[in-house]
């Protein structure tokens, strides 16, 4: 049977690095080709890298269906959770593919409350304990919280926050910088609060730009400092000057005051 390629399953999930790819090449010139591909159909879900190998160098493969599939969104969901298990997706893509996931099941939940609810004597079918259990059977709540999502990610609720403020803020030149391991999720959640065109700037520079980047929009966030009083600047001689003249002449002026005080109470004495 022919295997479809759909392009955008293909990219679906972020693609192996240059030396990733390479491995993978080695191990399955080889070993062979021991993973069969997953198939929906005709379409291809997974196993998109052990295809291009096998269908370089003309080695051997087996497929297998997974008939549970019954729109794209169930694909998706099984996709991401056969990455988020695997230990070579990297901390910022697991955040990435749960967020996600909670995405389409919130839809879900949507559109499934719109819809009309099934007769009380509805009996719900036994879902089989298998490898391909459907991903539609998952509970859509179970993603509600901050916490569900850090768990099924293995991260913790903090580096999920980061990494949804990146996903919200952070331009594609950033976010590739992360994803590439040129910056922390940490300093990019902080470089994502920054002007897009300062954002792109700091991502064409490089990785000690980005740093630099993320120290700069730390420390615009810390409160600023009371301003302290102005020292008493010293004064040039003219004024100096000046402030001695008007002291002589209050000096004079207190002498003359006290003079007349005298005088006047002479006159008071004399005329008693």
Known sequence: MDIVINESLKAYIDPLTADEYQSLE??????????ALVL???????????????RKHGLPFQTVQNTRF???????LWMIDQHLGRRSVSDFQRGILALRKREILAERRRIEAEAQPAAESEIPAAVDDHDDSPPWSTD?????????????ARLSSN???????????ATPEV?????SGAISINAAAAVATLPAEE????????????????KRARESKRKPREPKEPAPQPLDD???????????????????????????????AALA
């Open 175 to 179: 976010v590739a910088a992360v994803k």
């Open 26 to 35: 080695q191990s399955i010139l080889a070993e062979g080709c021991r993973d």
């Open 199 to 214: 954002q792109r700037a700091a991502a064409m520079a490089g990785g000690s730009e980005l740093k630099e980047a993320a």
């Open 70 to 76: 019954r729109s794209i969104e169930d694909v998706h």
């Open 40 to 54: 929906w159909g005709e379409m291809l879900v997974d196993g998109h890298n052990r295809y291009g190998i096998c």
């Open 140 to 152: 859509p709540s179970a993603f509600d919280s901050r916490e569900a999502l850090a768990k099924a």
């Open 238 to 268: 003219a004024a100096d000057n000046e402030l001695h003249a008007l002291r002589q002449r209050v000096a004079e002026l207190t002498a003359e005051n006290q003079a007349l005080r005298d005088e006047i109470a002479q006159l008071q």
């Open 159 to 169: 580096q999920v926050g980061l990494i949804e403020k990146i996903q919200k803020q």
